[in-house]
């Protein structure tokens, strides 16, 4: 049996979820109000509340309203469906278990970043070049005040 999925077709978050793993995009993390798949160089940020659909559409605005500015947002562009697709980046933090505590990688932070609403999140692509990769609060109609972290009891909506 053939399966039927147009991406211009409104569809729930865990369809779209599925339709991902099933073409090779393989789950890399999830947030307070968004799910991430990676595939290649590139990533989808999956909505599953409003929050998420209101910072896929807010990264997207910024990231194009930015362009040839001196913020550098990583590259991105909307599907139909709201989910963002976004060159994939390499985060420039890592874990340290001594501490237990999350460290920046050596100099390699761009001072810019540490000017972000949201702190400097920020990595590095494949070609080198450093980019803002979870920018949504540089957006002042979207600040959420405060960390967002996954809840285990998120209520996910459909797309």
């Not at 399966?3 to 099933?22: C, F, H, M, V």
């Not at 990264?59 to 194009?64: A, F, S, V």
């Not at 994939?88 to 540490?114: G, K, Q, R």
Request: hydrophobic residues 30%; charged residues 25%.
């Amino acid at each position: 049996m053939e399966k039927s999925w147009n991406i211009n077709t409104i569809i729930t978050g865990k369809n779209y979820s599925d339709y991902l793993k099933e073409n090779g995009w393989v789950f890399c993390g999830s947030g307070c109000c968004r799910d991430v798949y990676i595939k290649g160089n590139s990533v989808i940020k999956v909505p599953y509340n409003i929050k998420g659909l209101q910072s896929n559409k807010s990264e997207h605005k910024l990231y194009h309203e930015s362009l040839g500015k001196h913020k550098r947002y990583a590259p991105c562009r909307l599907l139909k469906n709201n989910c963002l697709l976004m060159r994939a980046i390499s985060d420039l933090f890592y874990y340290n278990e001594d501490t237990d505590d999350v460290e920046e990688s050596d100099s390699l932070i761009p001072s810019w970043a540490y000017d972000l609403y949201d702190g400097p999140q920020v990595g590095i692509d494949n070609k080198g070049s450093v980019y803002a990769y979870d920018y949504a609060e540089e957006d002042p109609e979207i600040q959420y005040g405060g960390n967002c972290y996954p809840s285990q009891d998120a209520v996910r909506i459909e797309l």
